[in-house]
C-alpha cells in the first residue's frame, strides 16, 4: 500500500520561513494537497493543485512539488500557524495522509 | 453558508454496529464525491472511505472494507456511514469532507482534495 512520509516535528522562528516536507511514489502521478489543523477542530485545507490556496487563505502558504517529493512552505510564520499540518495523495482509487508534521513556531 | 455536519456518534461494545450521517447544506450536493476521514485519539488523519456524485464509484481503506458502507442520498442531501463489527481500533472522531478534483493541463497531473469539512463526530468503541 502506498505511504506519504512527513517529518513528526518541525520549528520555526517567528516571522522566518519553513518548509514542510512529504514524501511517497503516488506524489509522481499527483499533487499533494495540504491541511492544517489545530487543536480540537477540524482540518482546514490550505494547498492544492500545482500551488492554489483557498479563498480566505493567506498568501504566505505555497506548495510545490518534485519528483515523489511535495512541499508546504510558511514565508513569514505567524503565531497563529502553529498546527499540524498533514499532505494528502490519491493512490490509483483510494486516498492517502501522510502521518503529520507538528509546526512550532517559536 | 457551506456546511456538513456530522452525527450519530456514540459509544458501542466491540462487534456492535453504529449509522453516522452527515448533512450537506449551501451547495449543490449532488455534484460532488464525499469522504469519511477518521481520527484515532492523538493519532494522524486516516481515510476511510470515498463515493462518486452518482454512487458510481466507492471506495475504502483496507481497515473497514467488508464492515463499512458508504452510501447517500442526494434526495435528502445526505452521507452516511454504516459501520459493523465494531472494533476497539475504530475509535475515532470521524468526519465527513466534500471531494473536488484539480487537473493540470501542463502537466497532466491531477490533484483530489477535500476542500470542506464537518465538525466530526466520536464513535468509542468499548466494553
Known amino acids: 500500500s502506498s505511504e506519504l512520509t512527513q517529518d513528526p516535528a518541525v520549528s520555526v522562528a517567528l516571522g522566518q520561513t519553513v518548509r514542510i516536507t512529504c514524501q511517497g511514489d503516488?506524489?509522481?502521478?499527483?499533487?499533494a494537497s495540504w491541511y492544517q489543523q489545530k487543536p480540537g477542530q477540524a482540518p482546514v485545507l490550505v494547498i492544492y493543485g500545482k500551488n492554489n490556496r483557498p479563498s480566505g487563505i493567506p498568501d504566505r502558504f505555497s506548495g510545490s512539488s518534485s519528483g515523489n517529493t511535495a512541499s508546504l512552505t510558511i514565508t513569514g510564520a505567524q503565531a497563529e500557524d502553529e498546527a499540524d499540518y498533514y499532505c494528502?495523495?490519491?493512490?490509483?482509487?483510494?486516498?492517502?495522509f501522510g502521518g503529520g508534521t507538528k509546526l512550532t513556531v517559536l | 453558508e457551506v456546511q456538513l455536519v456530522e452525527s450519530g456518534g456514540g459509544l458501542v461494545k466491540p462487534g456492535g454496529s453504529l449509522r453516522l450521517s452527515c448533512a450537506a447544506s449551501?451547495?449543490?450536493?449532488?455534484?460532488?464525491?464525499m469522504n469519511w476521514v477518521r481520527q484515532a485519539p492523538g493519532k494522524g488523519l486516516e481515510w476511510v472511505s470515498s463515493i462518486s456524485s452518482s454512487s458510481s464509484y466507492i471506495y475504502y481503506a483496507d481497515s473497514v472494507k467488508g464492515r463499512f458502507t458508504i452510501s447517500r442520498d442526494n434526495a435528502k442531501n445526505s452521507l452516511y456511514l454504516q459501520m459493523n463489527s465494531l472494533r476497539a481500533e475504530d475509535t475515532a472522531v470521524y468526519y465527513c469532507a466534500r471531494g473536488k478534483t484539480y487537473y493540470d493541463i501542463l502537466t497532466g497531473k491531477q490533484s483530489y482534495y477535500m476542500d470542506v469539512w464537518g465538525k466530526g463526530t466520536t464513535v468509542t468503541v468499548s466494553s
Open positions: 494528502n495523495s490519491r493512490d490509483s482509487s483510494v486516498e492517502v
Open positions: 449551501g451547495f449543490t450536493f449532488s455534484s460532488y464525491s
Open positions: 503516488s506524489l509522481r502521478s499527483y499533487y
